[in-house]
Nanobody, 131 residues
Framework: QVQLVESGGGLVQAGGSLRLSCAASGRTFSSYAMGWFRQAPGKEREFVAAISWSGGSTYYADSVRGRFTISRDDAKNTGDLNMVYLQMNSLKPEDTAVYYC???????????????????WGQGTQVTVSS
């Protein structure tokens, strides 16, 4: 079981940057592929970025490639937090959405890029980009 809590959302002007964080609990976190998705009002939840269990593979939606970077920091000591980050640069108004962190117990090079590919989800954090 993995519990996910996102933070770091907020209001930013176009061209600005934000870093989203996802704190993940669970002793087997290092076996999980992680993803970021987003959902704008009236739209379906869509893939943004994903990272494999080892951190060796990353995937991005075409709309964010070159602007967003996903990374992970697995806890090394008991009591440390497992973290997944989404660094978002050159933000655009169309990036406005609720951003969700997702996890799937999957030790493969390839990772899911669809909503159905993940079993665990956070509650989401709002990102608003003003023009």
């Amino acid at each position: 079981q993995v519990q996910l809590v996102e933070s770091g959302g907020g209001l930013v002007q176009a061209g600005g940057s934000l870093r989203l964080s996802c704190a993940a609990s669970g002793r087997t976190f290092s076996s999980y592929a992680m993803g970021w998705f987003r959902q704008a009002p009236g739209k379906e939840r869509e893939f943004v970025a994903a990272i494999s269990w080892s951190g060796g593979s990353t995937y991005y939606a075409d709309s964010v490639r070159g602007r967003f970077t996903i990374s992970r920091d697995d806890a090394k000591n008991t009591g440390d937090l497992n973290m997944v980050y989404l660094q978002m640069n050159s933000l655009k108004p169309e990036d406005t959405a609720v951003y969700y962190c997702a996890a799937e117990n999957l030790k493969t090079i390839a990772v899911p890029t669809t909503v159905d590919g993940y079993d665990y989800w956070g509650q989401g954090t709002q990102v608003t980009v003003s023009s």
